[in-house]
């Protein structure tokens, strides 16, 4: 089984940078994955790491330590209509040997002028 | 390249009644997941299909059941429908093993 930790609720100001972090507890990692979604939408696919290191995609950054069991999501020059559910999602293998996304219950952050 | 499309969008039923939800996945993608997300639980997943086979199921009762056609289209079937059955119902497919595309959701209410 899975176990994903992730802060429920933070809040940042409108230009600044926050960090949303996610634990995990998994056998057979085979990747991380963060989505975003706003209320009442659908989540939309923002990074995907399997090895250990930080990827950067324009304002948004995401690290992993696969040895550690963690992993952030970096948000730089934060704008109003970044305010929505960040989702920390892990893959692994099965016991049959077919891979399975788990999601932990997201961060809900708050954009404040 | 036209999204993932699920429909109804919104549903409601009473309980006691079944229901059946439907996805089309992205062209190309033969791999269909479904999740079911509450706002106490979070997105659960359901099961996954690929090629009309499925390879991977959650925790949930029998109630809940699936299957994937040749097309790759998939459809979900939840018998004998509970309260707690109300809610949003996310299909996504993927082509490969790096990121899941969601369609819309069903929202479903159980009367």
């Known amino acids: 089984g899975q176990n994903i930790d992730q802060p429920t609720e933070m809040t940042a100001t409108e230009g600044a940078i926050v960090q949303i972090n996610c634990t995990y507890q998994?056998?057979?990692?085979?990747?991380l994955f963060w989505y975003q979604q706003h209320a009442g939408e659908a989540p939309t696919f923002l990074s995907y790491?399997?090895?250990?290191g930080l990827e950067e995609k324009g304002r948004f950054s995401s690290f992993l330590s696969r040895s550690k069991g963690y992993s952030y999501l970096l948000l730089k020059e934060l704008q109003m209509k970044d305010s929505a559910s960040y989702l920390c999602?892990?893959?692994?293998?099965?016991?049959?040997?077919?891979?399975?996304?788990?999601f932990g219950t997201g961060t809900k952050l708050q954009v404040i002028p | 390249k036209a999204g993932v499309t699920q429909t109804p969008r919104y549903l409601i039923k009473t309980r006691g009644q079944q229901v059946t939800l439907s996805c089309s996945p992205i062209?190309?993608?033969?791999?269909v997941s479904w999740y079911q997300q509450t706002p106490g639980q979070g997105l659960q997943f359901l099961f996954e299909?690929?090629?009309?086979?499925?390879?991977n199921k959650g925790n949930f009762p029998g109630r809940f059941s699936g299957r994937q056609f040749s097309n790759s289209r998939s459809e979900m079937n939840v018998s004998t429908l509970e309260l707690g059955d109300s809610a949003l119902y996310l299909c996504?497919?993927?082509?490969?093993?790096?990121?899941?595309?969601f369609g819309p959701g069903t929202r479903l209410l159980v009367l």
């Open positions: 998994t056998s057979g990692f085979n990747g």
């Open positions: 996504a497919s993927s082509r490969t093993q790096e990121t899941q595309y």
């Open positions: 062209s190309g993608h033969r791999s």
């Open positions: 299909y690929f090629s009309e086979t499925q390879r």
């Open positions: 999602a892990v893959r692994d293998m099965n016991s049959g040997g077919y891979q399975k996304v788990t």
């Open positions: 790491n399997v090895l250990d």
